[in-house]
């Protein structure tokens, strides 16, 4: 067999990805008949097929999924070595690129953007939001160097590093200011307005009330915390936040918090990052960073 080499993991990455030889091809920047020769001296030297081909698409083989798993692996290597020559040839970051779940980003980013680029001046920062199973995928995949996100992940491929933990608080109408608090089983028989599926907060959520996810529910599923204040400042139901929400979320509804009684909800924040990542002493000065920044 011939050595592959990574242009071909490149563009098999590439092809696999967009499942269309124009599109994999214009991502390259190469012509598709030049991707397609390399395609198929990859499959002749590995003396099986990677792709089904389609008139219209082509999809992953067996042995081509498995395949790709591999050379993930590899361009994944590759890459993190290539982060790692660039900051050890500066002393700093070149580059990092960040993700955030959204139940986090409007809350925090601003004053972390602001410490990250004056600890590292010459850094270029790349911001991803997104909900963690994306998040988590993309770190695996390589896409992102590191992402701030709740805890535990339980990913046994991601490092993670607590940096700080903060309650989660009852949103009721205006209405109910003064009233007493709410124990945590009651939360079941009331009209929770959570996020949409894919969120961990709306987890944790039904976690601390005792909710099953596959419980049929009466409420709102909501694309973001906004979204939900706003709802029950409608009167339309109650729902969960968390502390550093509370003074961005609150201040144009007209509704009011309320803090459980002891033990609160609770939720730890922390930076993930790949195990493999040479730039792991590098990634934990900004979890540091990320935790001052996060302070009320």
């Not at 790692?84 to 690129?97: C, I, K, M, V, Y």
């Not at 993700?99 to 980003?105: D, E, H, L, R, Y």
């Not at 599923?221 to 929400?245: E, F, K, N, R, Y």
Request: proline content about 8%.
């Amino acid at each position: 067999m011939k050595s592959l080499t990574l242009r071909q993991l490149r563009y098999f990455d590439a092809l696999a990805r967009e499942g269309h030889f124009g599109r994999a091809a214009e991502r390259c920047a190469i012509s598709q008949p030049a991707l397609s020769v390399q395609i198929k001296d990859l499959e002749e030297s590995l003396g099986f097929a990677l792709f089904e081909r389609g008139p219209r698409h082509v999809r992953l083989t067996a042995r081509g999924e498995a395949f790709g798993k591999r050379a993930n692996a590899i361009l994944r290597e590759v890459a993190d070595m290539g982060e790692w020559a660039d900051s050890a040839r500066s002393g700093t970051f070149e580059r990092l690129r960040l993700g955030v779940i959204p139940t986090i980003a409007p809350y925090v980013l601003p004053r972390i953007i602001a410490d990250v680029t004056d600890a590292f001046p010459q850094i270029d920062l790349h911001i991803r939001e997104t909900v963690t199973p994306r998040l988590t995928a993309e770190l695996l995949d390589g896409q992102l160097d590191a992402a701030i996100v709740a805890l535990p992940i339980e990913e046994p491929a991601l490092s993670e590093l607590p940096l700080f933990t903060e309650e989660m608080v009852l949103v009721r109408p205006e209405r109910d200011a003064g009233a007493p608090p709410v124990p945590p089983g009651a939360l079941e028989d009331m009209r929770l307005l959570l996020l949409e599926e894919g969120h961990c907060f709306r987890d944790q959520a039904l976690s601390f009330c005792n909710i099953s996810p596959s419980r049929p529910r009466d409420g709102l599923d909501g694309s973001s915390l906004s979204t939900l204040v706003q709802m029950v400042g409608a009167g339309i139901g109650v729902t969960l936040i968390p502390d550093m929400a509370v003074g961005v979320e609150t201040r144009s509804a007209p509704v009011c918090v309320t803090r459980f009684q002891t033990p609160a909800p609770m939720r730890t924040v922390g930076l993930v990052w790949r195990k493999t990542n040479p730039m792991a002493d590098a990634l934990a000065q900004i979890g540091a960073i990320v935790k001052t920044a996060a302070r009320p």
